[in-house]
C-alpha cells in the first residue's frame, strides 16, 4: 500500500496510526503542502485525488481519499485489530467522536481555510489564531463531554474515536490552545502517546519532517 | 425511533432519506435552529446532543449525533436496501464522495460558521455568499470528477454519497451557486429526486417547514 502524506496533516496521522496499529507496511508518497505554492494543488495530484487534499490511500486499483473512508477500508480489509466496537451503538459513538473532529473541527482550521481568512478576508493572525481557538475549543467541550474512557474514548481500546483525537490535540498544542478545560482528553491522549504504534504516526517520525 | 431535526438542515435530510429509502418509521422531534436564539443551543437539548447540532437519533438507548455516524448505523442494523455499494474499494468511494460533502463543504457553510463570518469577522452578506459559493464550487469541482454514474454517484443504487448530494445541491440552489459546470452531479440529483423517499424526506415536505 502506498500512502500520499504530509508529516503534518493531521487527516494523514489519523491513517498513519491505523496502519501501525494493524501492523500494516506501507510506502510513503511525500506531498508537501506549502513547497510549490502547495503540491497537493499540482495536476498530476489532482488525478489521485481529485480534492486536492491528503492523505490518499493506493491499494492494487483502489485509490481512496478522505481518512475516514480510508479507515472504514482498513477496518474491513484487515479487521484485526478491531479499530471499532463490537456492538453497533458503541460503534456509532466512536464514529460520532471522529466525526465530531473530522467534520467540525478540522475541516474550519485547516490550510486551505486559513489561507482564505488571511488572503480574501484580509484577516490578521490575531484574528486567524481565535477562529482556530474557537472551533476547537467549542469542539473539544463536546467530545469531553461524549468520552467515556476509562483508558481511550470508548472503553479499552483505541478507536476512529482516538486515532481523530490524537492529530487534533496535536494541532491544538501547536495553536496554543488552553487544554485545562479537557482533562478527560488530555489523559486519553497521554494514554495513545504511550503506545508504540502512535509513537510511530507521530508527525516528528515521518521521513518528511522538518 | 426518533430523530431530533429541522426541515432545513441538511444533515438531518439525510438522515431522512435514508430512514425512507429503507423503509423505516420514526418520530420527529424538532429543535428549530433559529427561534428562541437557537433550541439547539439550549441546555435541554446539549444533554442529548453535546454539540448542540441537529440531527440525533434516538433508538432505544442508543443516542447517536452527527449524520453519518447515523448513516453507518442504520446500515449496520437495518442493512436492507443496502446504502453502500458490496465491495470494500465501491464502499469506499461511496464513503468518500460523502465525506467530501460532510467534511469539506457542509461544516464552512453551516449556521454557526455563517454567524461568525457576519458577527465576530464583521463580514458583509456579499463576502459571506463568496464564501459560501467558494467552498460549494471547490466541493463540488472534485465531486463532479469522482461521480460514476450512470445513475448515481456509484452505480445503479442510491449511496451515502447520494443521500449528501441532494441535501447539498438544495443548499447550493438556495445560495444561487451556479450548477452548469456540474452536469453530472445535476443528472444525479434529478435521478434521486424522481424517487419516492427522496420527496417524502425534502425539506418543504416536513411537519416543521415554514
New interface residues.
Partial sequence: MQLHTYFRSSAAYRVRIALALKGLAWDPAYVHLLKDGGQQKAPSYRTVN????VPTLVDG??V???S???L??LE??HPTPALLPAD??G???A??M???I???I???NNLR?LT?LRG??G?GEE?VK??IV?WTA??F???E??AEGPDFCIGRAPSFADLCLVPQMFNARRFGVDLTPYPKLVAIDGHCQALPAFQAAAPGRQGDAE
Same sequence: chains 1, 2.
Avoid: N, S
Fill in positions: 481529485p480534492q486536492g487534499l486499483d483502489a481512496i481519499p478522505q475516514l473512508a480510508i472504514e477500508y474491513e480489509r453497533p451503538a460503534r456509532a459513538k464514529r460520532a471522529a466525526l465530531a473530522v467534520a467540525d478540522h475541516p474550519l481555510v482564505y480574501t478576508l484577516q484574528a481565535a477562529w474557537h467549542e469542539g467541550a463536546a467530545l463531554q461524549m
